[in-house]
């Protein structure tokens, strides 16, 4: 059985930074046979969507809506997966989860809360 814990949500004002992680842990030898790993968000109201995903050799896709201002990456041997997020704005507010890309069900977790307001 894999976990996915999320952390590094907060609160932050229009414009700041925050980076989220992912750790993975359970029954995996190490993420790069997780293949492809994304991270997902869920606004109020709205339907989850990825937010971006990344390779088990790094090569990386994104949203439109956060392609600049957003950057995922992992460490295999870590079992982390993370997102930078800079330049943030109000619409980012969001549940951040991460998961593979396409995502499992028994994979989702807790998430972690991003609200960016003033």
């Known amino acids: 059985q894999v976990q996915l814990v999320e952390s590094g949500g907060g609160l932050v004002q229009p414009g700041g930074s925050l980076r989220l992680s992912c750790e993975a842990s359970?029954?995996?030898?190490?993420?790069?046979?997780?293949?492809?790993l994304g991270w997902y968000r869920q606004a109020p109201g709205a339907q989850i969507g990825l937010v971006a995903a990344v390779a088990s050799g790094g090569r990386t896709n994104y949203a439109d809506s956060v392609k600049g201002r957003f950057t995922i990456s992992r460490d295999n041997a870590k079992n982390m997966v993370y997102l930078q997020m800079k330049s943030l704005k109000v619409e980012d507010t969001a549940v951040y989860y991460c998961?593979?890309?396409?995502?499992?069900?028994?994979?989702w977790g807790q998430g972690t809360q991003v609200t960016v307001s003033s």
């Open positions: 998961n593979t890309q396409p995502p499992r069900y028994e994979y």
């Open positions: 359970g029954s995996i030898l190490t993420m790069y046979g997780m293949g492809w």
